[in-house]
């Protein structure tokens, strides 16, 4: 998957490794998406999923807070700029970045406010061995357009009313 741009009215002069490169005015450029996405210098493991990715824990000591004394804060992790992009970049980047960002976490909110999803276990599964698969098949995964799991059909979940 690539993603069209275009320059400006300006030659736009970019560096690769040791090779400077001149992009004329009003060129079509498509830089992929896909090997940036899954580029190894810029993601442990790229195609792990592996959504604490995007999380970073810290410890800190504090006496008044639990018995152990440590505060753990979590901040989201703002990729690098130009090494995650899924609605694009720049003054190009897509105008409806922020509503799908909050929709999502609208729609997931609606979700799981009076559910929960559950592995449904196959005959004769324990829990640990339904989690075990569950987990397993968010392990194997590929890159078309997006991350994906390669067999998720695997492992069927069930909502239940709480």
């Given at each position: 998957?690539?993603?069209?741009?275009?320059?400006?009215?300006?030659?736009?002069?970019?560096?690769?490794?040791?090779?400077?490169?001149?992009?004329?005015?009003?060129t079509?450029?498509?830089?992929?998406?896909?090997?940036?996405?899954?580029?190894?210098?810029?993601?442990?493991?790229?195609?792990?999923?592996?959504?604490?990715?995007?999380?970073?824990?810290?410890?800190?000591?504090?006496?008044?807070?639990?018995?152990?004394?440590?505060?753990?804060?979590?901040?989201?992790?703002?990729?690098?700029?130009?090494?995650?992009?899924?609605?694009?970049?720049?003054?190009?980047?897509?105008?409806?970045?922020?509503?799908s960002?909050v929709?999502?976490?609208?729609?997931?909110?609606?979700?799981?406010?009076?559910?929960?999803?559950?592995?449904?276990?196959?005959?004769?599964?324990?829990?640990?061995?339904?989690?075990?698969?569950?987990?397993?098949?968010?392990?194997?995964?590929?890159?078309?357009?997006?991350?994906?799991?390669?067999?998720?059909?695997?492992?069927?979940?069930?909502?239940?009313?709480?």
């Amino acid at each position: 998957m690539s993603l069209p741009k275009w320059s400006n009215d300006k030659p736009q002069v970019i560096q690769v490794g040791e090779r400077t490169i001149v992009i004329p005015p009003r060129t079509g450029v498509m830089p992929g998406i896909l090997p940036v996405h899954t580029h190894p210098k810029y993601w442990d493991e790229p195609l792990r999923w592996n959504p604490a990715r995007w999380i970073s824990s810290s410890a800190s000591y504090s006496p008044e807070k639990d018995s152990t004394g440590l505060l753990y804060s979590e901040h989201i992790v703002i990729p690098t700029q130009g090494t995650f992009f899924p609605w694009s970049d720049g003054p190009q980047n897509c105008p409806g970045q922020k509503f799908s960002e909050v929709e999502f976490v609208a729609v997931l909110a609606v979700l799981l406010r009076n559910h929960r999803v559950n592995v449904v276990r196959l005959d004769g599964e324990s829990f640990e061995k339904a989690k075990e698969r569950a987990l397993s098949v968010t392990q194997d995964c590929n890159m078309e357009m997006l991350l994906r799991m390669r067999d998720a059909d695997q492992v069927r979940l069930a909502w239940k009313k709480i």
